[in-house]
């Protein structure tokens, strides 16, 4: 090892170390801000074989892997046909695709995490639509898509097709805040799917200052998924912020 081989400069090494691996991270982010998780892997691959041939002896052997290391880097626009990430089976994105009928419709990856949309194979079974509700409850809730990060700790994204889709949270716990104060002004963390910013809208927030932390999520509920929702998340009274 080289520590053990240079122990007199064990603190140039090891700084040396910290170095490499504060780059590594901070080159991670940009990576995964450009590419999905298979390209990011090929992309380290390359890197590592170019370090090795920085520390063979042999010219030829360096020619080859410098060679190598090209053809690596070029396969990354191909890399998620060669390599699959799925979700492990104690994951929930995992039980889910084990419905009949459930897909992904969705996928992106960002330094955040990976995002993936969902059609589930019950679409009215959503945790909103049975949890915090009143046990004489006969009001059904809407169909949703889950939207999963990392393959787990998802949420839901409500289909809204009229005034009154989200009926359900009339009778439903998330509306206790605004038996408090009416129009009130309110601020959203973690926006998730967005049954928040409708509960606020139901309740008649007079504005919504909603964040989330994952760019993509306020990209699909702007836009892919804008349709889906009934533009609810498009509307004046709603900001809708990555931060």
Known sequence: APIATYSAQVNRLYAADLLGAGLGCAAAVGVLSCVDGPGALTICAAVLVAAGACYVMSGRLTAWLGLLALVVAATTPIAHQVFEFSPTASKQAAKTLQEKGSEIVFTRWSPVNRVDVMKTGAPYATWWATFGRGSQSQVPGPAGLAIQYDGDNGSTVYEVRGPDSMKMLDDHFLRTPYLLRERPRVLIIGVGGGVDILNALRRGASHITAVELQPITVN????????????????????????
């Open 220 to 243: 699909l509920l702007k836009g892919q998924l804008a349709e889906w929702t009934g533009k609810q998340f498009l509307r004046p009274e709603v900001d809708l912020v990555a931060a």
